[in-house]
């Protein structure tokens, strides 16, 4: 989904809010989001799961291409775990889904 797509929806479902003004808290939201991470603070939203940043050791690396053996320093990854409502509605089956799942 793009964030023109979030903010449209956002925009329907609260039409008394100026597409603007709409965007402006969805891009304040999304800095908290990454201050929170740079500062190394896990971001948890109930039902919809977890942010946290991992850190990539360093180590040598291999370019495939040359076979150049190169130093990569360290670096830090996001990793998102599910929460279980997210995870529910997302695999949950229906009635007709269990039927034809054999």
Excluded: C, W
């Amino acid at each position: 989904m793009l964030k023109s797509q979030i903010l449209d929806k956002l925009h329907y479902k609260h039409n008394n809010l100026s597409k603007e003004d709409i965007e402006e808290l969805f891009n304040i939201f999304v800095k908290k989001l990454n201050v929170s991470l740079k500062n190394g603070k896990n971001i948890e939203i109930r039902g919809f799961g977890t942010l946290s940043r991992k850190l990539n050791r360093e180590k040598f690396v291999r370019n495939p291409k040359t076979n150049e053996r190169l130093f990569k320093t360290q670096s830090y990854k996001l990793h998102f775990k599910m929460g279980k409502l997210l995870h529910k509605r997302i695999n949950h089956l229906t009635n007709t889904d269990k039927e034809n799942e054999f």
